[in-house]
């Protein structure tokens, strides 16, 4: 498919539990970023991604939370030991330069911890 | 800190009319500006964009305007449609750090 790919779509952890997020941005995109969306809120920024380099990870809520992307292709966003906060959306989108452009959205991974 | 405010979480309009969402932004570093619009399940789509270099931009049926000087910026669906019916998120970046803020986003209903 030519658009941004997260798997899965849902995920049910038990609290304490790890989760691995994956997502395949558009071939070729440059930029690559995280984001977790609560019930009635908009998309808050987690970390982002200038190819393989994490250039801005100001937005993990804690030491829990890590991404990668060692390849500059498919991003990982793994949570340790989840808590009941963090059940939410977590969307990836990519862009394809640098610079200001419009991000192309996955559907998003929804997480719930019970 | 919520950098991107949208005041209005609903908005309900007759189908054929005008459509106006509003955005107050209060970073002055932020120079680009966009209007997504998502779907129940679905991530966002981009809508429409504008650069702070401009004052409008138009793309059909979608018109966004911006005011600096008041942090703020609007977007006009004319005519709006029922397919119109989604929520759509502001959103502001600065060109020094690519991160994107985005809005709690406005549910547009067009009623047929």
């Known amino acids: 498919g030519a658009g941004v790919s997260q798997s899965p779509r849902y995920k049910v952890a038990k609290r304490g539990q790890d989760v691995a997020l994956r997502c395949d941005p558009i071939s070729g995109h440059v930029s690559l970023f995280w984001y977790q969306q609560a019930l009635g809120q908009g998309p808050e920024f987690l970390t982002y991604f200038q190819n393989e380099a994490q250039l801005d990870k100001s937005g993990l809520p804690s030491d829990r939370f890590f991404a990668e992307r060692p390849e500059g292709s498919v991003s990982t966003l793994k949570i340790q030991r989840t808590q009941q906060e963090d059940s939410a959306v977590y969307l990836c989108?990519?862009?394809?330069?640098?610079?200001?452009?419009?991000?192309?959205f996955g559907n998003g991974t929804r997480l719930t911890v019970t | 800190d919520q950098q991107v405010k949208q005041n209005s979480p609903s908005l309900s309009v007759q189908e054929g009319r005008i459509s106006i969402l509003n955005c107050d932004y209060t970073n002055s570093m932020f120079d680009y500006f966009l209007w997504y619009k998502k779907y129940p399940a679905e991530g966002p789509t981009f809508l429409i964009s504008?650069?702070?270099?401009?004052d409008k931009n138009e793309d059909g049926r979608f018109t966004v305007f911006l005011n600096k000087s008041a942090k703020h910026l609007s977007l006009h669906i004319v005519p709006s449609q029922p397919g119109d019916s989604a929520v759509y998120f502001c959103?502001?970046?600065?060109?020094?750090?690519?991160?994107?803020?985005f809005g709690a986003g406005t549910r547009l209903t067009v009623k047929p």
């Open positions: 989108a990519s862009s394809q330069r640098a610079d200001n452009s419009p991000l192309h």
């Open positions: 504008i650069s702070s270099i401009k």
């Open positions: 959103a502001a970046s600065a060109l020094y750090n690519n991160d994107m803020r």
